[in-house]
Each structure stands twice: as structure tokens, then as C-alpha cells.
């Protein structure tokens, strides 16, 4: 079916930055296998916790954790931590303007473009992680080392509705991004402000279930653990029933929240945003 008239244009912006990224076999590749190091080493970390007195206590197994480390480092590329460097190499060579001049909705095409930047980087690291960690490792008789199978069908499937929430989520997050670095005709700042909490608050650094208890309400709430943390719980079966309808539902509304917010912020920079040369 052809799609309407009007979503051409993002259509066309989605597949071309898409098809483009998935050209760097190399970065994919060299991602991939660095990915697999610090998961490692995470892993053994994590090993070395669980064997003592204080494993008992822990909300999650070994097992479950491991399977959290590589679910996480296969999403690492997912990451809200950095502006689209499309959109900052406009910002500072100017050609920003011409987003300006399109006849489409500014928002929405930078949207469809930071969509596919992020899908088209993501999807060849998480398939090679999984054959690796997933299959590789069990037929290494590492099974305990690797990623576990989901807690059951319905798991799976919930799984694959986290994990595209979660691409829509990191998303609108990055728009924030490209907003800020449109007001500040610079990325530096704002990436090097954004890293460590993204990093810390998705849950790549150490799961979030592992931080105090007193913590668990406000992290599980807050939007980035939309990114990784929903998606992990719900793989492994933490997240089950109509608990992960309420992770989805949560995935999904920071989502709209948060496109609402890009929105208006955008519609203002935009506004004020001044262009010299000529």
C-alpha cells in the first residue's frame, strides 16, 4: 500500500539515513566487538559480587544479571547520550536554514532521520551480539556466561514492543539534544552533560534493580529507564503481565511527553535561531 502524500518526505528521510548507516560494516563490527569486552568484563564483575555473602539478598540472579549486561551492551548504540551529528554539522556550517525552508514539519523530519540513524546502528550490533552471546557462547559450553532464552512467548513478544518504544523513546530524548544544540550552535556541552546520566540512569552502567531500594520507585519511573531497563525486565520476566502493559504504557507515555516537549522547545529555537553569510 503506498503510503499518504504527506509522510513521503519522512518516509524518504528514515530510509535514506537508514540505508546510509548501515554501510559502515566496519564501525558495526569494531562496536560490536568492543561491546563484547566491557560486557565481559561486567559480567566477571558482576560474577564476583554474586559469590559473595550479599548475593542471597540481590533482586536478581546471576543469571538474570548476565542476561541484563548483554541485553544492555547489544542496546549501547540505542543510548540518548549524544545530539544527531547531522543535525550539529548543520547547526555550525549554517545549512541548518534549509531545514527551515522545507516544506515539511521541521520536527517531524529530524525525528524520522535520528529514527533511522539510531535503528540502522543498533539492529546489526544487537543481531551479532545475540548470535554470539545467545548461541556462540552455549555451544562453547559458556552457556552460563551468556544470554539466557526470554521467559516464554508472551515475554518475547512484549520484548519486541519494548524494544521499538524504546528506539521511539531514545528518540525524542536525542531531539532534546539537537534542540539544545541548535540554542547553543554547539554539541560539546550538552553530550558531555548527558553522557554519565544516560549512561548511569538506563541502566547500562550497572542495572538498576542492583541500586538501593530506595531508589527503585523513582528510577523505574524516570524516562531513560525506558531505554534499557523496561525492555530487560520484561525479557527476562521481571516485568510480566499487566506489569509490563504498565512498563510499555510508561515507555510510551515519556514518549509523548517528551515529543511534546521537543516540540515546543524546537518551535522556539527555531524562532530566535539567526543564520549569518551568505
Known amino acids: ?11 524518504a528521510a528514515f530510509s535514506s539515513r537508514f540505508l546510509v548507516m548501515l554501510q559502515y560494516r566496519t564501525a558495526a563490527w569494531a562496536g560490536f566487538a568492543t561491546q563484547c569486552w566491557w560486557g565481559g568484563i561486567k559480567a566477571m564483575v558482576l ?19 548476565i542476561t541484563y549486561v548483554w541485553l544492555a551492551q547489544g542496546l549501547f548504540a540505542l543510548l540518548p547520550w549524544s545530539s544527531d551529528p547531522e543535525v550539529a554539522q548543520a547547526v555550525r556550517t549554517g545549512s541548518v536554514a534549509y531545514d527551515r525552508l522545507r516544506p515539511v514539519d521541521a520536527y517531524t523530519f529530524w525525528f524520522a532521520r535520528s529514527v533511522g540513524w539510531t535503528a540502522a546502528r543498533v539492529l546489526p ?11 556462540a557462547l552455549p555451544l562453547a559450553g559458556l552457556g552460563a556466561w551468556g544470554l539466557q532464552p526470554p521467559a516464554g512467548g508472551a515475554a518475547l513478544a512484549a520484548f519486541a514492543a519494548a524494544l521499538l518504544l524504546a528506539l521511539l523513546l531514545s528518540t525524542a530524548l536525542v531531539m532534546l539534544l539537537n534542540v539544545a544544540t541548535a540554542a ?12 554519565p546520566l544516560v549512561i548511569v540512569l538506563s541502566g547500562n552502567l550497572l542495572p538498576l534493580a542492583l541500586l538501593p531500594d530506595a531508589w527503585q520507585a523513582a528510577l523505574l519511573l524516570q524516562p531513560l529507564a525506558g531505554v534499557v531497563d523496561i525492555p530487560a525486565r520484561i525479557y527476562f520476566g521481571r516485568l ?14 515519556w514518549t509523548l511527553l517528551l515529543v511534546v516537549l521537543g516540540r515546543a522547545c524546537m518551535a522556539r529555537t527555531m524562532h530566535r535561531l539567526e543564520v549569518q553569510g551568505g
Not at 500500500?1 to 518516509?11: D, E, K, N
Not at 550490533?125 to 548461541?135: K, P, Y
Not at 547553543?184 to 553522557?195: D, K, P, S, V
Request: avoid cysteine; glycine fraction near 14%.
Open 1 to 11: 500500500m503506498p503510503l499518504p502524500t504527506g509522510m513521503r518526505p519522512y518516509a
Open 184 to 195: 547553543a550552535l554547539n554539541e560539546r556541552g550538552i553530550n558531555t552533560l548527558a553522557a
Open 125 to 135: 550490533r544487537m543481531a551479532m551480539m545475540a548470535a554470539f552471546t545467545g548461541v
Open 47 to 65: 560474577a564476583a559480587f554474586y559469590g559473595g555473602a550479599a548475593a542471597a539478598q540481590a533482586p536478581l540472579s546471576l543469571e538474570q544479571a
Open 240 to 253: 510480566a503481565g499487566l506489569d509490563a502493559l504498565g512498563g510499555l504504557a510508561l515507555q510510551g507515555a
